[in-house]
């Protein structure tokens, strides 16, 4: 393969940092510095030096990372060869690992995947039946948090609860109990997926004998756990690539590691650290903003990073008098931008990025009203709909009878006259008997066991014929593969015998057309998903390890489920670019490594952002930089007087600081035909004919105008020189009204 192609667009570090023969390499860079383009574009070099892609493992931090990872691989390389290479989330790669060797160490083949709602449930379940005065969730996060600290912190654990209070000790139990209810329903939780691989890796490090190369994006934020399994992914070969910036390290809460580089460093003493000091992303004014902002932070280690795009249009900090005036602020903003660069941008380009997920509803609202297309990303996703999760169960129960909570949810579901608290006493007789609600279901139907739960006899005769339609399908799911019926086929069997859209009808009356459509949707992507595997799209599987006894991993129906499980959201339409353009709603933390011309980041007020209930105000800190870093040519900041609840608030400390002061404009935006060509520079995109700006050389407006107000400094090399009197730094900019200079 020849890889000129692949490093022509690159700088001199990157450049370095792709060809680099160092076997460990580390790439610390700012935000759009193209750590991930740097990346991508090393994976395609290695297989361009011969590495085959199924032997090279690339872990990133989100499902949509891991796709759009792909996706540019795939274009670097042309030849379909993507697809081959073990690349996904850490989640998604141990899964696999499980799937094809997790019978090495006892692991069920048909193991299913409870997502964190199923571990709610779970817990919850728990908590009502030991009459614990646990909040479920903090149990889970407590619960999730120990398990991603693993034996490290055990000890500190151990030692805490010596003390043992009230409180210690329900969790005890609760973990306990939790922990067997999973085994119990042959479940493995997100945290289970990476311990039971590095379990599975430290006694069969021979699973991994194949593996050449292990690259990994966002570095920053592996947690032990994770650095663990990058280790054990890299056993043979030691041949390690991570990018990361420790500035954007937003997941400490979830036990990210910020401390894994030095233990990245103590393991492999050779490692070559390389730094990319320019950020391609944003325009000059946003990167000066958000470095005054990360710099506040005295406890960090200063790196270096430099504009390569002009200065751009100042950062709009706005005041609002409440969070209903600051999302129709947003609305006519997004719409006055709109309108003023015509078709240089679309509603892709816009994002609104949040501290929490709660402050999406008022700009729902508003974006509804208007008449805008929005998507959100990670909030109530395709797969959580009820109408969707009722046929997931189902799938899930066929899949996996043991799956007590899935079981539970749909042993009612159409009604079968099988009450709560029916339902509620047949599981807790299971529980108790330490089996499952299946086996003790299908031991009553089957005459072999007869319940302590009082069953009248309409019940006994539905739940036979529940058990009917789940043995009916379990059994098309088995004998010769050719004969075994498929995702969609199963599905469609499933829809028929519950009747499912009569009973939509019936209980969802005006919505039921709705949530029809959704099933369709669900179909289509079963679908999709089926016509991937059978055309090696989605081939998972791993290669072949001589000496491992291996197993079909065929099965197609666990696979769509433990896609499913493992996708963080799932957009209708978007997958083939063939989408409605949407303004995405986004909380910060799923934002991380992505990029938009415009984002609004509101409610910047003390106590949203720092968050009230957060412990680490430099790691708040460094949200705000991560949001402000998203955006490329223009940034809005808002808060309001008082917040949804009608609180007063303040603006949050990390936006008063006097020097960022004239790098905000706080008077209101400037939109002007200025800030149209700054943001077609920006993004490299051409004036669109539409927008009727009439551009004379004398008139032309120069981008800086809107930090050097009526001052008419025409000098550039002046300009420059008061930019950087103003900001304290010593840095080129790119001024006027010529491109920058272009490295590719
Ligand atoms: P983050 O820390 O936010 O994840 P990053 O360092 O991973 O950022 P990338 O997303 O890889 O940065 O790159 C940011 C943008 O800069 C992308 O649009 C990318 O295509 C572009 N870019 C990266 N390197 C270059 C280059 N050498 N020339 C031109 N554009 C580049
Ligand atoms: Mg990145």
Known sequence: MNCDGLLTNLNKSQHA??????????????????????????????????????????????????????????????NGMESKLILGTFHSISRRYLARYGHLIDIRKDFGIADSSDSLAIIKRIVKRFDFNIDPKVARSRISGRKARTSVVEEGEARKSATKSVEAEEFERCYIEYEDALKRSNLLDYDDLLLRCVDLLRKHPSCVSNVEAVLIDEFQDTNLVQFDLMRLFAAHKKRITIVGDPDQSIYGFRAAEIKNYRRMLHQYPDTVTIALEENYRSSGAILLSALNVIEQDSSRVAKSLLPTHIVGTRPVLRKLAGAHKEAEWIVTEIQRIKGLTGD????????????SASLSRLIETALGKAGIAYRMVGGLRFYDRVEIKTILDYLRVINQPDNNDALARIINTPSRRIGESTIKSLLEEADQAKMTLWSLVLGIVQGKLSAKTQLKNPTEKNLSSFVHIILTARAKLSGPVEERMSTVELIYFVLKKIDYEEWLVEHHGDVHKARWENVQELITQATDFQDAISFGYEDETLPGIDGLEQRDDSDQLSKFLANVALASEVKKDDEEGISVAQVTISTIHAAKGLEWPVVFIPATYQGSIPHSRAE??????????????????????????????????TLSPFLTPPSLAPLLDQKGPSLRSSTVQSISQILRRNLPSTTSITLSSASLPSIEDDLFPKEGIENAQEKEARLNAMTGRNMTFTMGQQAPKRRR
């Open 344 to 355: 240089l941008l679309d509603l892709n380009d816009f994002a609104v990025l949040l501290r």
């Open 616 to 649: 680490d105000t430099n790691e708040e800190r460094r949200l705000l930089y991560v949001a402000m870093t998203r955006a490329k040519a223009l940034l809005y900041m808002s808060y309001s007087l008082k917040n949804s609840q009608g609180e007063e608030t």
């Open 17 to 78: 940092a792709v060809s680099s023969f160092a076997d460990t390499l580390a790439i610390l860079a700012g935000p759009g510095s193209g750590k991930t383009h740097t990346l991508t574009s090393r994976t395609a070099w290695l297989l361009a030096q011969g590495l085959q892609p199924w032997n090279v493992i690339v872990a990133t931090f989100t499902v949509k990372a891991a796709r759009e990872m792909k996706e540019r691989i795939g274009k670097l390389i042309g």
